[in-house]
């Protein structure tokens, strides 16, 4: 039984419940997101990384991250992040989890994958960065699946993304539909129970489990916040990039209501008609405008 209710809460606080609750979750993760299929197919990738990369390379010249630097951000245990490596980027994982951040270290090192790793609340990604690596920049900067729904300020989230962009770099973004978080997810029918937009509240969740794996965390309690689209929208653009792409989508990589569907891929729909009237992700492709030659006449 998961109970959600609202409340407020300054962000340290709620932050650094929701790094309890990550931690605690990584132990069940790694035995549960099946690392060992990297191991044993030098090809494999993860299902999310698989679905995002078609969308995310239509926007790379050249149409591969091949020699890109990538810039991976809330990269949990790492299985994305590899994935990312496998498509041809060089890859620097940012995480707050220090135990994901262990669990994704490893994971590269036994695929003999040569990754940065860097330990930091996303909101201050930048100056993390900078303080490990040097005033890097990155040709793509790429979150998916889980991501921005725990954090509370986008308009700071935006800033971070567009500062380790390098000039014309490219954003990626798929995550949870706003929609979709307005349902419990123990409801049997669709039925708007919590705010589409910012209300200046955080759902305060307790839930004793998590969506890999059948054990119980032993930090359940974390606090998510809504974003509508256009919040998200507006912080990316507010940050100075120019959003290229934004779509929809009708199905989702984990379980979000025991009544899915499990479509064989890694995917989950939502069944019969509700498949049409829930939007289950959305995606948004953001880029940092290219610097202009001054030229002079
Ligand atoms: C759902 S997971 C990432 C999704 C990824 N698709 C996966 O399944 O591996 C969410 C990640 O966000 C991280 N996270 C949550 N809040 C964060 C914050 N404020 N700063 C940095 N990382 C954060 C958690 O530690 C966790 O690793």
Request: contains cysteine; hydrophobic residues 45%; negative net charge.
């Amino acid at each position: 039984m998961v109970e959600i209710s609202r409340t407020r809460i300054g962000w340290d606080d709620a932050r650094d419940a929701n790094r309890a609750n990550w931690d605690s979750r990584v132990a069940l993760h790694v035995e549960a997101y099946g690392l060992e299929r990297f191991a044993e197919d030098p090809d494999h990738v993860s299902s999310v990384v698989r679905d995002d990369l078609p969308v995310l390379t239509a926007f790379i010249r050249g149409g591969s991250l091949e020699g890109l630097t990538l810039a991976h951000l809330q990269c949990h245990i790492g299985s994305d992040t590899v994935s990312l490596a496998r498509a041809g980027a060089s890859v620097t994982g940012v995480d707050f989890s220090a135990p994901a951040l262990a669990a994704a270290s490893a994971l590269g090192e036994r695929l003999g994958i040569d990754a940065t790793w860097v330990e930091t609340d996303v909101l201050d990604a930048r100056a993390a960065v900078t303080a490990q690596l040097g005033p890097v920049t990155y040709d793509v900067v790429y979150t998916s699946i889980g991501t921005i729904g725990w954090l509370e300020d986008l308009d700071r989230w935006a800033a971070q993304i567009a500062g380790l962009l390098a000039d014309g770099g490219v954003f990626y973004i798929r995550d949870g539909h706003p929609m979709l978080y307005t349902l419990h997810d123990d409801d049997e029918a669709p039925l708007v129970r919590f705010p589409y937009f910012a209300t200046g509240e955080a759902l305060d969740t307790y839930d004793a489990a998590t969506y890999a794996g059948d054990g119980v965390v032993a930090s359940p309690r974390s606090f998510e916040f809504p974003h509508a689209l256009s919040e998200v929208a507006q912080a990316l653009t507010g940050a100075g990039l120019a959003l290229e792409y934004l779509g929809e989508g009708r199905t989702l990589p984990w379980r979000f209501a025991e009544r899915m569907v499990d479509l064989g891929d890694g995917n989950f729909a939502f069944p019969g008609d509700e498949e049409a009237m829930i939007p289950c992700t959305f995606t948004m492709v953001a880029r940092k405008p290219p610097q202009r030659e001054l030229v002079s006449c």
